[in-house]
Nanobody, 120 residues
């Protein structure tokens, strides 16, 4: 089984920054893709960023410029650096991973989410 633990959320003023972390643990062969999603109250969950094992990062057009995803493969951890935060960035941010299990099957896992609130 694979577990994901997110951290780094909290309350920040508009224009501020936060860095989220997502640490994976458990039995797995490798982590294929790591991603961050967010869901604001009353809205659908949306993709924030993805990153491959080789470090290739991708962002939807709406997320480009203020968000940066990175990962440390040795630590099995993904990060999301968020700058120039706006009130509309307020949401629960969740980590998602595709992992190669020891059976060579692909497992898909979600973290429990971390609240980010941007408010003065």
């Amino acid at each position: 089984q694979v577990q994901l633990v997110e951290s780094g959320g909290g309350l920040v003023q508009p224009g501020g920054s936060l860095r989220l972390s997502c640490a994976a643990s458990g039995t797995m062969f490798s982590i294929i893709t790591m991603a961050w999603y967010r869901q604001a109250p009353g809205k659908q969950r949306e993709l924030v960023a993805t990153i491959t094992g080789g470090g290739d990062a991708n962002y939807p057009d709406s997320m480009k410029g203020r968000f940066t995803i990175s990962r440390d493969n040795a630590k099995k951890t993904a990060y999301l650096q968020m700058n120039s935060l706006k009130p509309e960035d307020t949401a629960v941010y969740s980590c998602y991973v595709d992992v190669r299990l020891l059976t060579m099957q692909v497992g898909r896992y979600w973290g429990q989410g971390t609240q980010v609130t941007v408010s003065s």
